[in-house]
């Protein structure tokens, strides 16, 4: 992609997740369901990161879209379409485990990958570096971290990130990386949907960014006055680190890089789906750097946002976890789902529900960005590894893209970097 092009999108969607309350809300969540199911998993495998590589991207219409022609779809069908008590229109996503045999999504971020074996071949980038008179620092399609002080993910303190090319092959590097945590002890991943750019990668630490230059090899580590940094997003050359605390804006090209805080509630996403205190679901439009934010109800029978928010200037869509009073016909009632909501009329809004037979694992399905048709793009994760899957919420149609192979005892989880969204 031209380095231009790029960065333009970068900076347009410098989109930093919400505080991810998953565990915090997936107890209130399983109360509700109809019989029980599998609440936990293994751990995490990897959390990975797919760079979409796409063209030019049309931005700044405020005008509604004209009405797409329907489609006929293998899984969704305008008749599968339902209406919840509140009057939601909702479809039910295809069963878990059938996700090879959908149709083929019509955009393909990751060209003639379709899969991501992390057991490929495997070169150090010090190494391709000094060898390789080829390597320009390219973008990897996607990334992931592995443990490297104990063979359980789960019990490990030090991991590595791993980073594959459309080759299919796979780059390491020297750098070592730790939990990252919030307020209450929580620990995830410190890899985020915004960690990769041309520019280089990005990770969440305690404390501290750190910044990885692909071309030369740098290490920068940036200060961050929070233990509780836990996403980061870069928009030009610019990244924001947001957590519980707050967030941060660093200019890494600056000569004396500084971490100037950002307004409060503000994590540099235009466009972010919440629920308040009370349980009400809103979008919230940012302008100016957060110096205006303006709160639309919107209703839906969601108790809390899974995830981040990805939008782009006509929608928004976040995972979510649902209230009662859906159907997903299969006996037991769905507790995980996706949110779209238009812009220019946040009436206008959509589910895409997780049938739960067989059962999902908790935030088994996120939002990781739009394609370059605008279509949703979402992860599930299913014993062969973490599907990159595909969702349109005018016809309904789920369609897949790419599968990332993992451990089947162990679920990694799958996001985007480059996309159309903010």
Known sequence: ?????????????????EVD??????????RRRSRRRRTSVAGVAAAAVVAVVAGTFAAGRTTPPPTPAPSVSQTATATAWRLAPDG??????????TEGGLPTASFTPVNRLEKIDPTAT????????????????ETPI???IEAVDAPSYADATTFQPVFALLDGSLVTTDVRLGWVRDTDGNRSVPLATGSLSFRGVAFAQPGRIITLDLTTGTVKTHSVPSQTIEQVRWAGTKVVASGDGGAWQIDTAAASPTAEKLPEGYTGAKNVIGVDPT??????????????????????????????TFSTNLSAASG????????????????????SVTLYDPSERRLLVMGESPARSKGCCQVV??????????????????????????TGLVSRVALLEADPAVPAVLSFGFNIAN
């Not at 031209?2 to 997740?17: G, H, M, Q, W």
């Not at 739009?370 to 990159?388: F, K, P, R």
């Open 320 to 339: 979510v976890f649902l209230s009662d009073g859906l159907d997903a016909g299969d006996g037991v009632a769905p507790s995980q789902g996706i949110l």
């Open 142 to 144: 996607a990334a992931f």
């Open 369 to 394: 960005g739009y394609s370059i048709e605008q279509e949703l793009l979402y992860t599930n994760t299913t014993a062969d590894g973490v599907w990159l899957l595909q969702w349109n919420p005018d």
């Open 88 to 97: 939601t229109r909702y479809v039910v996503a295809p069963p878990l485990g």
């Open 21 to 30: 309350l998953v565990e915090r809300s997936w107890a209130g969540a399983q």
């Open 279 to 308: 349980g009400a679901p809103s979008v919230t439009f940012w302008e100016l750097e957060g110096l205006r934010k303006t709160p639309t109800a919107v209703s839906a029978p969601v108790t809390q946002t899974n995830g981040q």
């Open 122 to 137: 495997r070169r150090e980038l010090a190494d391709v570096i000094a060898n390789d008179p080829s390597w320009r620092g």
């Open 1 to 17: 992609m031209n380095p231009d092009i790029t960065e333009l999108l970068e900076t347009a969607s410098a989109d930093v997740r």
